[in-house]
């Protein structure tokens, strides 16, 4: 039996900001005192429930600090995983600064090099789905009396109709409610940029224009790909442009796929991110760099590749 725990127990900054319905779900798993034994494991809040050979597993906030997959965005908080593929589930906050409650859900599947794409509108939404999913796969009694509270906490009412016919296959982009005055630059990696208009320069690149010239129209190899691009968002902090340093931030990292990118343009990053009032997104860099240098510490360099 696990220690009862509440609410107050979470103190990661990116608690502040999770969905209300995702507080009620934790909390109401920290309130059963227990763990299931359909849970497999340890650092599940929430009993899993099966299908198709997969567990969905409600982690809580272990990812936000050592669980989030390599390449996932700072603005993707996941909360659920699939226990195979890499497959995650995660609120998406674009700008924080909004306080925006009811954030988009989206799922996160690194293979396809797709980027995040949107699994519900909200989080009462998504859970209706997955709960939908889970329903057309063979249930013990426990894991269906867990789909039944979950859908009555939440007030969904999952169903077999409601299951997408291409099984957990989503193509639909995530797109931010955009504020007077403001703009939004979709990125390649699903998540984008959104800030005030002034935070981008007059010709600010976009997913088509950036990634052709620098990673094919020019032909570069990658370190002179790097090497231009950030030079080029440094150039956009110089022109007091931070969220045009950020897009390009972004797709260089999403279009290279390599960690010690990120690890070099990590103060870049987190400049960009202060300079547009987001502190906790900064935080998740420092964090994701940090995980990310130990592991290539311990992967790479005893053999020699780095």
């Not at 995660?90 to 988009?104: D, W």
């Not at 063979?138 to 409601?162: F, G, H, R, W």
């Not at 010239?213 to 032909?219: E, L, N």
Request: hydrophobic letters at 35%; aromatic letters at 12%; glycine letters at 6%.
């Amino acid at each position: 039996m696990t220690k009862k725990a509440s609410l107050s127990e979470f103190n990661h900054e990116e608690w502040s900001i999770a969905p209300n319905g995702l507080k009620k779900l934790i909390q109401f798993a920290l309130s059963r005192g227990e763990k299931s034994e359909a849970s497999k494991h340890d650092d599940s809040l929430f009993p899993g429930f099966y299908w198709g050979g997969s567990t969905l597993e409600f982690f809580g906030f272990e990812a936000c600090d050592s669980g989030r997959y390599p390449k996932a965005p700072p603005e993707f908080s996941p909360f659920a995983h699939l226990g195979q593929d890499g497959i995650y589930y995660g609120y998406v906050v674009h700008a924080p600064e909004l306080n925006i409650t009811n954030s988009p859900i989206g799922i996160f599947d690194p293979i396809p090099d797709e980027g995040v794409k949107l699994l519900g509108n909200d989080f009462e939404d998504a859970l209706d789905k997955l709960l939908s999913e889970a329903l057309g796969f063979y249930l013990i009694d426990e894991e269906l009396q867990t789909i039944n509270a979950i859908a009555s906490l939440l007030n969904v009412q999952p169903n077999l109709d409601k299951r997408n016919p291409r099984y957990m296959e989503y193509d639909d982009p995530i797109l931010p409610v955009i504020p007077p005055g403001w703009h939004y630059e979709p990125s390649s990696d699903g998540i984008g940029v959104l800030a005030p208009r002034e935070a981008f320069i007059s010709n600010s690149p976009t997913r088509e224009s950036w990634s052709f010239d620098i990673f094919q129209g020019k032909g570069y190899p990658m370190i002179q790909a790097v090497e231009a691009a950030l030079q080029f968002a440094k150039e956009c902090f110089e022109r007091n442009a931070p969220a045009s340093a950020l897009f390009v931030l972004r797709e260089l990292y999403w279009r290279s796929s390599d960690d010690r990118v990120f690890i070099q343009s990590k103060e870049l990053w987190k400049n960009a991110y202060s300079q547009l009032g987001r502190p906790l997104l900064s935080n998740v860099v420092e964090q994701e760099a940090r995980a990310r240098q130990q592991w290539l510490e311990k992967v790479y360099e005893p053999n020699g590749l780095m």
